[in-house]
């Protein structure tokens, strides 16, 4: 008996070893130098495919941010949109629902406090869009107004011992997004409020917040409170905008210079790791050579076609479909299930930008909730020259109130049309509210002409040779949608278009 016969055969590697990825040939175990040279090619696309979905969390940001630089809109800028935001301007499913504002705050200078307008939703993310901190509505100011401290990773100075909300955040910038509802479906009177009360303020070690007690146990300065300051404010309503991070080889050169953008803490070891084996390191040049060129290109096309699927035609068994069972081609980007799905967050931030709590918890009458649809009601794509209909049955659960848009495929931004605002839903403003049916169900059409007898604000312009998707928001959800009992009808192909 030879010396391996005693080895168990399931540790043993046979000298020809066919796998999906090749075939391998070894020498009593030893790889040849042709295997060698094809495990490691494959290993770094591998590395490359990993390093994109851990890293796109942080370009989508990124790219974001290069977008509003370009278009004039530095750092503490607040890029405002008084009349909504349409189709001209690439932003991730955005909506136009509401009066939004955004701007990217620089920490490295110092803390930043914020004062958030009343009757406000906002959520603040880290540059690796980790959540710090819900604002408004939300957040712990419960939409009174409140004052919010943001201090970075590298300041080590005194805080405001009471008097605001005070958050630590890992990276030197931080991304606010906040959204003010219409009032009697006019934007103007939200839009004015945000100009009014939204300030951004240098924080003053102490200021306000800092008692004259903190100062004489020695914990503290003294200083006069800051004057609130009031940014400069951006119209971004008509704004030709692309915000939209590249899927090729450049996504890693912007992975890259959001690395270097901050302190090597900001990253997760598990996330740095891929990134590490792709030549991406703080305070490293990365300067990939012609090999890693094509390996960068190859690895951007692969991670992009896995979570595209991901996203957009989600597996039932990973818990996406939102009305499992039932064969609904409604889903939800938070799979309804206790561990952390390794998908979830790259397919989230590849549709949709903000990340909150919020978004996932059981809160009726308070924030929004969204479903979308990718299918028809046959699991076919959803086309740009075809006639669909859409029926809601009665009693939709917004207390606030309820709206459908339509996104491109592609870019996943507004579908554009000679619509400009391609969406339907109760409010008047920015189109005709739909109109119910006699039943108390709404019926909603999507096709490049508006159908014969069909009010205009139940129907939703399409484009040909554009396919889409639908995201359906219910503002302030009622507790129907969280237990299940009221779903909407699907998307359900009637005919060949009108046109």
Not at 218 to 227: C, D, K, T, V
Not at 298 to 306: F, K, L, P, R, V
Request: net charge negative; with cysteine; charged share 20%.
């Amino acid at each position: 008996m030879s010396e391996n016969e005693s080895v168990p055969a399931s540790l043993l590697t046979p000298d020809t070893v066919k796998t999906s990825a090749g075939t391998f040939v070894f020498s009593d175990g030893l790889p040849t130098p042709e295997t060698t040279a094809a495990v490691y090619g494959q290993l770094d696309r591998v590395h490359g495919v990993a390093a994109f979905r851990a890293g796109l969390p942080a370009v989508s940001l990124w790219a974001m941010r290069k977008a509003m630089l370009a278009a004039g809109v530095a750092d503490g800028d607040v890029l405002l949109f008084s009349e909504l935001i349409d189709c001209r301007s690439l932003f991730l499913t955005a909506d136009a629902d509401a009066v939004c504002f955004l701007t990217f705050l620089d920490l490295s200078d110092g803390p930043l406090v914020v004062d958030i307008p009343q009757d406000c939703v906002a959520v603040a993310n880290d540059m690796w869009s980790r959540w710090v901190t819900d604002l408004g509505v939300p957040g712990p100011d419960r939409g009174v107004g409140g004052r919010h401290l943001f201090a970075g990773p590298g300041y080590q100075g005194t805080l405001p011992e009471g008097g605001m909300f005070v958050h630590r955040v890992r990276t030197n910038r931080l991304w606010l997004l906040g959204r003010c509802f219409l009032e009697n479906d006019d934007p103007a009177p939200a839009a004015r409020r945000i100009r009014e009360q939204l300030k951004i303020t240098p924080h003053t070690p102490g200021g306000y917040g800092t008692s004259a007690g903190s100062f004489l146990l020695g914990g503290s300065s003294l200083a006069r409170p800051a004057e609130p300051r009031s940014p400069r404010f951006v119209e971004g309503s008509g704004l030709a905008i692309n915000t939209i991070a590249p899927v090729d080889a450049s996504f890693f050169t912007l992975l890259d210079e959001a690395v270097q953008a901050d302190p090597a803490t900001a990253l997760a070891p598990e996330v740095a790791a891929p990134l590490a084996a792709v030549g991406i390191v703080k305070d490293r040049p990365f300067t990939p050579d012609g090999y890693w060129q094509e390996v960068l290109e190859d690895a951007a096309a692969t991670a992009n076609a896995y979570v595209r699927a991901v996203a957009m035609r989600p597996r039932p068994e990973d818990g996406f479909h939102f009305y499992p069972g039932t064969g609904s081609r409604w889903t939800s980007p938070f799979p309804d299930h206790g561990a952390t799905h390794l998908d979830a967050r790259a397919s989230f931030c590849y549709l949709a930008t903000g990340i909150t709590p919020a978004m996932c918890m059981n809160l009726p009458r308070i924030g929004s909730q969204y479903v979308s649809a990718t299918m028809d009601a046959s699991g076919l794509p959803l086309e740009g020259d075809r006639t669909y209909r859409l029926i809601l049955p009665p009693g939709i659960p917004a207390e606030k109130f309820w709206s459908i848009t339509l996104y491109d495929n592609q870019t996943r931004s507004m579908l554009a049309t000679e619509q400009r605002f391609p969406r339907a839903g109760s409010q008047t403003c920015p189109t005709p509210a739909a109109v119910p049916d006699k039943d108390g169900s709404v019926s909603l059409w999507f096709d490049p002409v508006r159908p014969d007898g069909v009010p205009e604000g139940n129907w939703v312009q399409t484009l040909p040779g554009s396919n889409w998707f639908a995201v359906l928001r219910l503002y302030n959800p009622l507790p129907a949608f969280f237990d299940r009992s009221w779903r909407p009808g699907e998307i359900e192909l009637l005919s060949p278009a009108t046109a």
